[in-house]
């Protein structure tokens, strides 16, 4: 069995399944004392350009950020992260994703 801090790892990073790599994180608890890894802004910004490119459709986008948004486990570098993770994750209350607002998001994850 791989550990939990692998397969956050891999989730964060949007290596493989997002539904099987949720199935692999149902066999821990949900609930735990301290988050086992910190998303920065560097790594974010590594998937938003790949949405960008569109090696990443804005479909799989919000599937990973709800996959992210609220886990116990997961802390982030900065509260900018966590409200766009937020505004990834709920396209229907915060407007659509498009490439225009993700490079906003990049330009903001960049200074």
Same mark, same amino acid.
């Given at each position: ?36 890894? &910190? ?6 910004? &590594? ?15 919000? &599937? ?48």
């Amino acid at each position: 069995m791989r550990s939990r801090k692998d397969i956050l790892k891999d989730l964060v990073l949007l290596n493989g399944s997002i539904e099987v790599l949720q199935r692999e994180l149902s066999q821990y608890s949900w609930d735990i004392e301290k988050p086992l890894l &910190k998303i920065n802004a560097k790594t974010f910004s &590594k998937i938003l350009k790949r949405s960008i490119n569109n090696e990443i459709d804005f479909g799989t986008l919000t &599937k990973w950020a709800n996959a992210l948004e609220c886990r116990d486990d997961l802390d982030f570098e900065s509260d900018n992260l966590q409200e766009f993770l937020f505004e990834l994750a709920n396209p229907e209350i915060n407007g659509e994703i498009t490439k225009d607002r993700l490079s906003e998001f990049l330009d903001v994850l960049s200074k």
